[in-house]
Structure formats: structure tokens, C-alpha cells
């Protein structure tokens, strides 16, 4: 089954950037074939930030849109998120998710990796 690491997190100021790097470990073409980046804050619920799918085919989340990228090296089987002009309110834990087929910007993907803190300070 495959296995997501996230990295990247940390701390910046607001305006800052960051890249959160998610490495697939013993990935299948079918396994990946959707990847995402989630975030979740104490009490709230996960909230998708990003999707790509096998084909390259990007969605984000308004919140995001215009400062977040999402991309992936299907050589290093390794998805990333380029995060610019960070705010405080995008403090959270950043969680990486893959799906056979789901693709949706909704909590329901099939692997989960443990996530990597992001905090954003004013």
C-alpha cells in the first residue's frame, strides 16, 4: 500500500513562503492517480487546498487561488505545494492525500500521510 511522508512545514511571518514536499513510497500508477493537500486546524474540520490528477489537471480552493501551486515529479513520485504570500489564518496542519480515483476537494481520499505544521505569524 502506498506510503505518504509529508515535510516542508515551519514557521514564517505573513507574507512569507513555503514548500510542502509529500514523498509516495511504494506508489502504483493507480494508487496516485489523484493527489491533494488538506489542511485542519483544532476544532475544524479538513478542508481540501489543492488537487492534481495523473493528467496534470490542477483545483484549488478559492481560499488559495493565485497564491498556493500544487505540482508533482512522477519521477520522484513526489507531490508538492508552493505556498506564497502566507497569511495567519492559513496556520494549520497540512495533510497530503492520494486516491485511485477520487478527486475532489472533499476529506474522502483513500491514504492519508501524518501531516506537517504550517504557522503563520503577523
Known amino acids: 500500500q502506498v506510503q505518504l511522508v509529508e515535510s516542508g512545514g515551519g514557521s514564517v511571518q505573513a507574507g512569507g513562503s513555503l514548500r510542502l514536499s509529500c514523498e509516495a513510497r511504494?506508489?502504483?500508477?493507480?494508487?496516485?492517480?489523484?493527489m491533494g493537500w488538506f489542511r485542519q486546524t483544532p476544532g475544524k474540520e479538513r478542508e481540501g487546498v489543492a488537487t492534481?490528477?495523473?493528467?496534470?489537471?490542477?483545483n484549488y480552493a478559492d481560499f488559495v487561488t493565485g497564491r498556493f501551486t500544487i505540482s508533482k515529479d512522477n519521477a520522484k513520485d513526489t507531490l508538492y505545494l508552493q505556498m506564497n504570500s502566507l497569511k495567519p489564518e492559513d496556520t494549520a496542519m497540512y495533510y497530503c492525500?492520494?486516491?485511485?480515483?477520487?478527486?475532489?476537494?472533499?476529506?474522502?481520499?483513500?491514504?492519508w500521510g501524518q501531516g506537517t505544521q504550517v504557522a503563520v505569524s503577523s
Open positions: 511504494r506508489a502504483t500508477d493507480r494508487s496516485t492517480y489523484c
Open positions: 492525500a492520494a486516491d485511485p480515483s477520487f478527486c475532489r476537494l472533499a476529506p474522502d481520499f483513500a491514504t
Open positions: 492534481i490528477d495523473s493528467f496534470g489537471t490542477t
